[in-house]
């Protein structure tokens, strides 16, 4: 009798609070984290762009479109995806960064008037400071559930929590310094997350090119 096993190395942390009995408990379904790590990394790297000035661009709003549907759908649907699969975390996690990347796009949508709602400026950047407060919180949930596991996403979740909070500290303060400084976090959290996800696609391959090793916490 042969016995099943969960590989921490190749994929976001597995849920292994159900074992596999049998060949056919495997999933039938592609796996859909390499789908949403990169909806995820490009979203972010977008609006981190656009915190840093690049080019002189000050306005998100450009960002909308991909938090929408990229961002928000692709990403939200890949965390759907894996409840069927059995993965409890990657599900909850892919699946509640989607919705925040679609609230945070609702935010900045004019026919919603949410920032127009604000008469006094500071006011609604305090909002967005306990908004970016709550997902900062979020994140360190996460990276507590992942801890001896997988080193890759433990560098990438601690850091995207760090992120949340220093743009949190920037609406708060008001200064544009601190807002660029979550926007060089925000590059580097973009940057490992499309590691992992070309990772998990060569991975994915029969005959890849390259393996990208992700680590495990001894």
């Given amino acids: 009798m042969s016995t099943h096993k969960h590989s921490i190395v190749g994929h976001w942390p597995h849920d292994d609070s159900t074992p596999a009995s049998s060949e056919s408990s495997k999933p039938t379904i592609a796996s859909p984290s390499p789908a949403g790590i990169f909806a995820f990394a490009s979203t972010t790297f977008i609006l981190s762009a656009f915190n840093l000035n690049v080019r002189g661009i000050h306005a998100p709003n450009v960002v909308v479109g991909m938090a929408i549907f990229s961002g928000g759908l692709l990403q939200f649907i890949a965390g759907m995806w894996e409840f069927p699969r059995g993965n409890v975390f990657n599900a909850t996690v892919f699946s509640s960064y989607g919705c925040f990347w679609m609230s945070y796009a609702t935010i900045h949508i004019p026919a ?85 996800g070309l990772s998990e696609i060569l991975e994915a391959e029969t005959r890849p090119i390259a393996r990208l090793p992700r680590g495990v916490w001894c």
């Fill in 112 to 196: 919603f008037g949410i920032i127009s709602a604000y008469a006094d400026p500071q006011e609604f950047n305090n909002a967005m400071g306990i908004y970016l407060v709550t997902w900062f919180m979020v994140t360190v949930f996460f990276t507590m559930a992942v801890i001896r596991r997988n080193l890759t996403f433990i560098i990438l979740l601690s850091i995207l929590a760090v992120t949340f909070l220093v743009l949190a500290v920037a609406n708060f303060t008001g200064r544009s310094s601190i807002n660029k400084a979550g926007g060089a976090l925000g590059i580097v959290v973009s940057a490992i997350a499309y590691y992992a």
